[in-house]
């Protein structure tokens, strides 16, 4: 066997051992209460199955476009529309089928992460992304969750798959793949576009000279090509809303939540402020009306923050999102998994921080010493601009889950070729690298120490 066909063969063995392990995990812990944005793909799935459309709640005022569609449309394919009662919808019989959705979408998401490792390096970085995306204990836990994190890393990170090919052949074939996946993705969560619009501009930068007229059209395309995937839903949102909305009402309503920072503790996640704005949000009848609240609450608070606003909400999201606490600990902390023994949430914790700090600290090196200045450039625009929609926003540790994929990948680089990162690292490589472990370190994590529990 040669060793393709036996790179070809560890690969699905991954991927299995990743699915059994998924599979297993969902059976063991099976029901977990399902909680926030669970509910609502839930009960919006059950609508949609019942015929009604895209709709959460029963009331004329209900909301039609809260959160982006394509995740409950997913659910409503396995949705039992003869659940009679309201509080029923997350009964086990309901819920267990979309569950084993989730645990085939996360044994998928472990195979594109592997791929994505070839794409960008070679077969043994491809293959050790795939290892630790299939033990890694964040993605292990989300595939018996039912937020759209699973279905939205799958997409982005098939998205980015097919990025990386197209840069190394050019192909218009791919360039639409890249268009339809992203636009898809958007209809998940509208950060794909931005994430989009990065990788047209990555395309430009490492394309040679006389090729980047190509590279630019190209890229002109595949945001055309996602923009139109959403358009659709665009013109539905408009019908039914009467209002310009992309995808979803829910982006202002977390830019208000993010930046209702309370005083004079702003690096608190939550307190008295949020919950007034929240409380106030939802108790306004019309989700266009709630819209306009959220939009003008935040732009208010942006104004009223200023000089230090952009300070403190770097300082604040940042910490938030790269804490190493993880939706586990939350539902742990929240008894969701019922009653588990004294030491499950201690040994979690653990398990969480050094799995996450591990593959943070190692992701970090091998995107400095990754070969090739495109190879280095393409995370830095990614993550760049999920850092910066963040900043803006609000974040959670949940917010990185659709892109550890893509960070797992720069750790197995790192992993592969340990050896030769001191000489990698070498003159000036090393700054900005310490720079960000610094911050991770000294901000980051005693964030997790001072706030994890309080969320």
């Known amino acids: ?189 509208e950060l794909a576009l931005p994430v989009a619009g990065v990788s047209a501009f990555w395309w430009w930068s490492t394309a040679a000279q006389k090729g980047r007229r190509l590279a630019a059209l190209q890229g002109a395309v595949m945001l055309g090509l996602a923009l139109l995937v959403i358009a659709p839903w665009t013109i539905r949102n408009h019908l039914v809303l009467g209002r310009f909305v992309p995808v979803s009402t829910v982006g202002w309503f977390a830019a208000g939540e993010g930046n209702t920072l309370e005083h004079p503790d702003w690096l608190r996640p939550t307190g008295p402020a949020q919950g007034t704005f929240a409380l106030t949000y939802f108790n306004i009848p019309s989700e266009v009306d709630r819209l306009d609240f959220a939009r003008r609450q935040t732009l208010e608070r942006i104004a009223a923050e200023q000089p230090a606003w952009i300070f403190k909400k770097t300082l604040r999201n940042l910490a938030q999102l790269l804490s190493p606490d993880s939706v586990l600990l939350y539902k742990l902390r929240r008894g969701t998994y019922g009653e588990v023994p004294g030491w499950a949430l201690p040994a979690a914790t653990v398990v969480s921080i050094a799995s996450y700090s591990f593959v943070f600290v190692a992701g970090v090196l091998g995107i400095a010493v990754a070969a090739g200045t495109g190879r280095r450039l393409l995370p830095c625009l990614v993550f760049g601009v999920v850092a910066a929609v963040h900043i803006a926003s609000n974040a959670t540790a949940r917010f990185r889950v659709p892109w550890l994929p893509l960070l797992i990948v720069y750790a197995s680089y790192a992993l592969t070729h340990a050896p030769a990162l001191p000489r990698e690292l070498h003159r000036r490589r090393w700054i900005a690298p310490a720079a960000v472990l610094l911050f991770f370190f000294a901000a980051c994590v005693p964030y997790f120490f001072v706030f994890g529990g309080r969320r």
């Open 1 to 189: 066997m040669g060793p393709g066909p036996r790179a070809a063969v560890l690969l699905v063995a991954v991927v299995a051992l990743g699915g059994a392990l998924r599979w297993t995990a969902m059976q063991a812990t099976y029901p977990v209460e399902t909680i926030g944005d669970e509910n609502y793909y839930a009960m919006t799935a059950l609508q949609i199955a019942r015929g009604r459309g895209h709709v959460n709640g029963f009331s004329p005022a209900a909301s039609r476009a809260w959160r982006p569609p394509a995740h409950s449309y997913l659910l409503s394919l396995l949705a039992d529309p003869e659940v009679s009662l309201l509080d029923e919808f997350t009964t086990p019989a309901f819920v267990r089928p979309m569950l084993l959705l989730q645990v085939a979408l996360g044994t998928a998401l472990i195979a594109l992460t592997a791929l994505l490792g070839r794409a960008l390096f070679d077969a043994r970085v491809g293959l050790v992304a795939g290892v630790i995306a299939a033990l890694y204990p964040a993605l292990l836990a989300h595939s018996h969750y039912l937020w759209s994190e699973t279905l939205f890393a799958l997409l982005v990170t098939g998205a980015l798959l097919a990025v990386v090919l197209v840069e190394r052949e050019r192909r218009w074939s791919g360039v639409l793949l890249t268009g339809l996946t992203f636009g898809v993705a958007a209809l998940t969560r």
